[in-house]
């Protein structure tokens, strides 16, 4: 998914990228698509690694910071689809996995509205190429919610336990038989073997959720917030660093409000500074 997510975005941006002399007006318009395609890529990635947080969070897919404005509201459930669907399950985490699924409707939308938005609209096979990602990418988001949402089979769990504490409880019955063996070196043979099937059950049920908090754990919001980054290079490096403000203030980039911050408490330092100066004169 990320992998598909940085590719459309920097496939779009190279497509539409116009270098022939055009009007202000009309180049603005193109920027305008590039950093909506951008956004709209960037939420479906970030509301994706949301399903999957979900469990360790406890957090909805609508009340994360990254949405704003159009893109929140359609993502937010409104009372309609429950009044007009009433069989269908409503609780916090279903609404979450619906939507990547809407963000997906949407992107597609703008990038199917190239014809309109850009200066030079690019070619019907690279439309293609982008809505062909977007398929790839709602593929392996599907795979992934399987994966978190198929559980391990009951039966299967409670027989591969019982076998094990069966067979690591009796492997000290062979020892027993063997008439020169020694007991120092029985019970280190014994507790590396009970060491070895122990420890293998404990990887199986770190491997059985990799998604969440723990150290073992994959860090899915790391990973989606380099292909954030690259974006916003991206786009500063062919709209301009406002273009790419604009998508990170969109992104609710903490990099940003870091700057302000700071950007704030020098104002009140240097005025603080200036009002003890003027009391010293």
């Known amino acids: 998914m990320y992998l598909e997510t940085g590719e459309l975005i920097q496939n779009a941006v190279v497509q539409s990228h116009s270098r022939s002399a055009c009007s202000e007006n009309l180049d603005e318009k193109s920027c305008q698509w590039r950093n909506e395609v951008a956004y709209r890529a960037l939420i479906l990635l970030r509301t994706s690694v949301a399903v999957v947080e979900y ?3 406890g957090l909805p897919g609508w009340k994360y910071p990254e949405l704003s404005g159009y893109e929140a ?31 997906a409707y949407l992107l597609r939308k703008t990038i199917s509205a190239h014809d309109v938005r850009l200066i030079v609209p690019i ?29 391990v089979p009951f039966p299967l769990v409670q027989m591969c336990r019982t076998i094990i504490l069966i067979y690591v409880f009796t492997i000290p019955l062979v020892f027993l ?18 060491y070895g099937f122990m420890g293998l059950e404990l990887v199986a049920i770190e491997l059985d959720d990799p998604f969440g908090d723990d150290e073992n754990d ?3 919001l790391g990973f989606a917030r380099m292909v954030f980054e690259d974006t916003y290079l991206l786009i500063a490096e062919v709209d301009g ?9 969109r992104m609710g980039s903490k990099r940003l409000c870091d700057a302000k ?19 010293i004169l």
Not at 76 to 94: A, G, I, K, Q, V
């Open 123 to 151: 070619n019907v096979r690279h439309e293609i190429s982008l809505l062909n990602s977007i398929d790839k990418f709602m593929a392996g988001f599907y795979g992934m919610r399987k994966f978190v949402t198929t559980p």
């Open 55 to 57: 469990f360790s969070k």
């Open 218 to 220: 994959f860090d899915t």
């Open 73 to 103: 509201a359609y993502a937010t459930p409104s009372d309609s689809w429950e009044r007009d669907y009433p069989s269908n399950p409503h609780d916090d985490y279903s609404n979450t996995t619906r939507i990547p699924f809407r963000m």
């Open 261 to 279: 911050n700071l950007s704030e408490k020098n104002i009140i330092s240097n005025s603080d500074k200036a009002t003890t100066f003027g009391r």
């Open 241 to 249: 660093e406002e273009w790419a403000n604009k998508l990170e203030r």
């Open 177 to 194: 038989k063997i008439e020169e063996s020694q007991i120092v070196w029985d019970c280190i043979s014994i507790f590396l073997i009970t």
